[in-house]
């Protein structure tokens, strides 16, 4: 009896382990990942309850006084510690006090490529509470003018090599009372300043918590502009507690303080600034920065730096598995890739050919209130979604009528959901734990956005414009874009 019972026992310890597994194949990795929501959740909550208030540039002052000497922006041959940065942002901000016409506080507008000046350059605006706008470099004359007055700014500081785009829309700026400073030793364009030579002559003594005192969590901290392939750019207010939240979040995507993260996507653009750039502060690692995507020198500039952890967006890999095939394409050290918008296809292929990388897919946009986590590495899919995640940022597919453009509705006016396996468009509630800010100067693009009485009479939410899937097993998939959502990132690809 005794042993009966014992081998009974033995038998549901294999048993049901093994039924669970078969009738809830995604229940161990779910629980997983709750356990690390529940962590970005209190850490979150944490760092709102900190007064006074904390920002994405405290954890940065955090980092640079826990780990003053640890490389922290790898660029080319040049490598920047923490301190070395930090110092770098205080010359900047300290020569900007000295300069007439910049006030602490007010709007400035960056146009830059990716170089480690543009991210010395925003922190020491963030040291002067001044809000940032992030400017394509690839924009030109009309374009450039209407992204740089989105956001009303009063400053404009300009590299060198993007001195022509400037003179072209001069005598508009000066028109403005602008103060337009240039990232050089020496300009002789009336109307433009030299700055360069300021900034080495400028103290690297830290600035006073004092000149931000004004910001508060709802305070705008950057503006980033959607693609404009459908009109002009719309200039996205992204909040100081967006900052806060997002980087929160990056803490689960497995990234570590030992990862080295290889950022080529454009700073301007939320995938480089947000979780490259914000990221890597976040979590205390490095960044080895490029001027630009290059798909012939990617894996090379992996192995040369040891990177860990690399970004892609939209084809970027297609571009990768379309490069001479190498017989060092799996030496190298790459265990993670995050990022958005690759094919099944193409995610297999990726994978077969460069070695067993984990691929991070999520779903997100700059000014939208919801995103999902392919946690799980199921190939297709942007992310999955459960109940949890339901209960804090409350979403919905409802039925789309492609050929009105619009929403179905009901006899009583409101929308239909969309059933599992059928494609919806994917809305989102607008609440303040999941709120949408919209768009700056742009209160009629703002309210496109906004789709009301939804699931009740009065109910608000955010129209993210993207046609979703939802399967049997709870994993989302993007299938389309409608309207004028249409969004691409501007950018130079090298092969």
Known sequence: ???????????????????????????????????????????????????????????????????????????????????????KSNKIANALQSQPGYEAGVTVALFMGNEPSFLFTWLALAKLGSPVALLNYNIRSMSLLHCFNCCKAKVLIAAAELKVAVEDVLPSLLEQGVTVLLLAKCCDTPGIESFSDKVEEASDAPLPRSLRSHITPKSPAVYIYTSGTTGLPKAALVSQ????????????????????????????????????????????????????????????????????????????????CCTPKRDNDRDHKVRLAIGNGVRAEVWREFLNRFGNIKVLEFYASTEG????????????????????????FPYILVKYDTECDEPMRDASGLCIEASKGETGLLVSKITDIAPFVGYAQNEEQTEKKKLRNVLKKGDLYFNTGDLMKIDKDNFIYFQDRVGDTFRVILYEWSL
């Open 1 to 87: 009896m005794e042993l009966y019972f014992i081998s009974t026992i033995l038998a549901g310890a294999v048993i049901i382990p093994l039924a669970v597994k078969t009738l809830f194949p995604y229940l161990l990795i779910d629980l997983l990942y709750f356990g690390v929501l529940l962590r970005i959740l209190l850490k979150y909550v944490a760092s709102r309850r900190r007064r006074p208030p904390f920002f994405a540039l405290d954890r940065f002052l955090e980092q640079t006084a826990a780990l003053p000497d640890k490389p922290f922006i790898v660029f080319g041959d040049e490598t920047y510690t923490y301190a070395d940065t930090d110092k």
């Open 241 to 320: 507690n967006r900052f806060v939240s997002a980087m929160a979040v990056t803490s689960s995507y497995g990234v570590t303080s030992k990862d080295i993260m290889y950022v080529n996507l454009p700073l301007y653009h939320t995938a480089g600034f947000l979780i490259g750039f914000l990221g890597c502060i976040e979590i205390g690692s490095t960044i080895v920065l490029k001027r630009k995507f290059s798909a012939s020198q990617f894996w090379d500039d992996c192995r040369k730096y040891n990177v860990t952890v690399v970004q892609y967006i939209g084809e970027v890999m297609r571009y990768l």
């Open 369 to 392: 209130n919801v995103g999902f986590l392919n946690y799980a590495g199921k190939i297709g899919a942007v992310g999955r979604v459960h109940f949890l995640h339901q209960k804090l």
